[in-house]
Structures are given as C-alpha cells and as structure tokens.
C-alpha cells in the first residue's frame, strides 16, 4: 500500500514546502531543522499574531503573514540580530485555499525580502479565531546582543521612524470619526492603515543599534510603556520631551483636527520601531550610522537616575498625565 499524504501534509506541501529553500530545512521532510551557528550567538524570539486582536478579519491574507513574520524580525533587530530562520504555526478555522495562496505568497516574499528562510512549523485547526505564531532565530557575533539593561544615566534616548500611526490605521479601519476626519485625504487614510497592517521592522538599523546602543527594545505596546520596561530592566529613568516625538503628517493632522491627542499616541500599539539609548559622545556617529542605513531617527530625551516611570514633559517642561501607558492584553 502507497503512503497516503494526511489533509495536514498536502496543505504543507502545497502551501509552505516551496518556500522552505534553506538547506537546512530539509525541504520539510524531516520534524526539525539545522541552523548553522557560525560561531555567532543564535537570538531566540517569538510572536503570535491572533485574528480580531492584532489583525481585523477581512485584511487581505498576504499582509497577515508580512506582519507575523515582521513583528518577530522588530525584535531581532532591536537586539542588534540578523534574521538567520524561523518556524511557523498557523492554527485555522478551515482550509481556504484563496487565503492559504495569499498567505503563502506574503510569506514567501517577505522571508526573501529579509533573508529569513523558513525552517519547519505545524498546522493545526481550531475552532476559534486563526493564530499565526513565529518563532525566529537571528545572529550576533559572541556577546553582542543589546539587552533591555544597560542604559546609563546621560545616555540619550532614541526613536525610529514616527509614533502612533498603526494605532490610527487600526482606528481609521474600523471606521468612524478617524476615518470621517480624513475622508478628503485618501493617501493619509491609506499610510496609517498601511502602517498597522504591514510593520516595517528596523533591521537596517540592527547593526548601528549594536555598535553604539547601551540598551534596546522594539515599540510594540507603546513608546510609554516600552520605554518604562528597559528602564526599569536597566534601573533609571527617563526625561522625555513630548513635542519630539516624531509622529507622520497623517497623524499631526488627526491631532489637530483633535480626533486623538498627542499623549495618546504614545501609549497605542503596534509601531514596530526601535528605542534604544546611546551615550552622549557617541550620538553623532549612531545618527550617521542610521542615516546612512537610510533609517529616520529622533532624540527624544535623556535617562536620569531614580526608580521612577519615564517622565513625558510638556513644553514648559511639566510632566503630561497619562490615561495609559501601554497596550495589554489582560
């Protein structure tokens, strides 16, 4: 009697075994998977992406998986890693083979595009919303990961790209007086969603964020809450001025228009950028670094001694009050 391929092992094969091209995978014959270490150290992370909480259910198929596997590269990056490989799981209501195409696609695309071959996983059903969950490894030289821990008082604090814009697509998405406010502004409207569906992780930044950064960490529950853990990781605080935070023209206009404050923006989720601290006398190297990596990035303040939460400070230098700090879960 010929084997007789499971509705499991036709889905991989179809879907996921094309895209395995790394030789260490095995062609997703085997149930595990080699990754050469190199004499680097190997970083570990790991991200589940779940419908109706990090997605909305009719965003198309393929920008799911560029976010799955983009919020775990933000992290590496953060940490000063180049992606080396990941594993997937992808738990599903049923085999819809228009979206598993898509799915499959976005994936592909983006694990070439990043240099971050798939290596194995599983496929799973469930009766409840689908989960997409990745774990990737990257590469640093021995000894060179960038840690929560570490910043300094005088270290300057540093942000990637703009602040807010994800929790604004999401708010633009579903509708109502963010959407109506840019009704007339269709490019901005498009940005802000494009920003929470598709992240764009720093990993051009991993190697600046290595060579000059004390202390780092992607944004992914808020810049305010991200930035009181490595400071509690690291035990100091923060002075940060809120006029610096760099926010996108689409979400000034918002603020303007008073459709959210900026103080809001800092406690939303889903921005994917980096903050990271680098000592004083070294920020004019890290900010040609970054700028020759084509990466945007802003001081935003200076880590101070004391156990206290980050200070968010007005233009007359008085601390802002916030409702929230970050996003939870629970």
Request: glycine share 10%.
């Amino acid at each position: 009697m010929t084997h007789q391929p499971s509705g499991e092992d036709s889905l991989i094969a179809r879907y996921f075994k094309p895209l395995a091209t790394d030789p260490g995978a095995f062609g997703l014959v085997d149930d595990a998977a080699i990754i050469p270490a190199d004499g680097d150290d190997l970083v570990v992370n790991t991200d589940a992406i779940v419908e109706g909480v990090h997605y909305l259910p009719d965003d198309p198929p393929d920008t799911i998986a560029r976010k799955a596997l983009r919020v775990n590269l933000s992290d590496l990056a953060a940490k000063g890693a180049v992606p080396a490989g990941f594993v997937l799981t992808l738990a599903l209501r049923q085999k819809d083979e228009a979206w598993l195409s898509a799915f499959a696609r976005g994936l592909g695309e983006d694990a070439a595009a990043f240099g971050c071959p798939l290596l194995g996983g599983d496929t799973v059903s469930t009766p409840g919303p689908v989960m997409i969950s990745i774990t990737a490894w990257g590469r640093v030289p021995k000894g060179r990961m960038v840690h929560r821990f570490g910043a300094r008082p005088g270290d300057r604090v540093w942000v990637t790209g703009t602040i807010g814009d994800a929790m604004l697509g999401l708010a633009v998405s579903k509708g109502g007086p963010a959407a109506a406010a840019l009704a007339g502004d269709p490019a901005a409207r498009d940005m802000l969603i494009g920003r929470y569906r598709v992240p764009q992780p720093r990993h051009l930044l991993a190697v600046p964020v290595r060579e000059f950064a004390t202390a780092s960490m992607d944004v992914s529950d808020g810049l305010a809450g991200d930035l009181s853990k490595l400071c509690a990781a690291s035990r100091v605080s923060a002075d940060i001025a809120l006029s610096q935070v760099p926010i996108s023209s689409a979400a000034a206009k918002l603020v303007t228009a008073g459709y959210h404050q900026l103080e809001g923006l800092i406690s939303g989720g889903d921005d994917y950028e980096i903050v990271c601290t680098v000592p004083a006398a070294r920020c004019a190297a890290f900010c040609a670094a970054a700028g020759a990596a084509g990466v945007a990035v802003t001081d935003i303040g200076v880590i101070v001694e004391g156990p206290d939460v980050p200070r968010f400070l007005d233009e007359q230098g008085r601390p802002v009050v916030l409702k929230q700090r970050s996003y939870s879960h629970f």
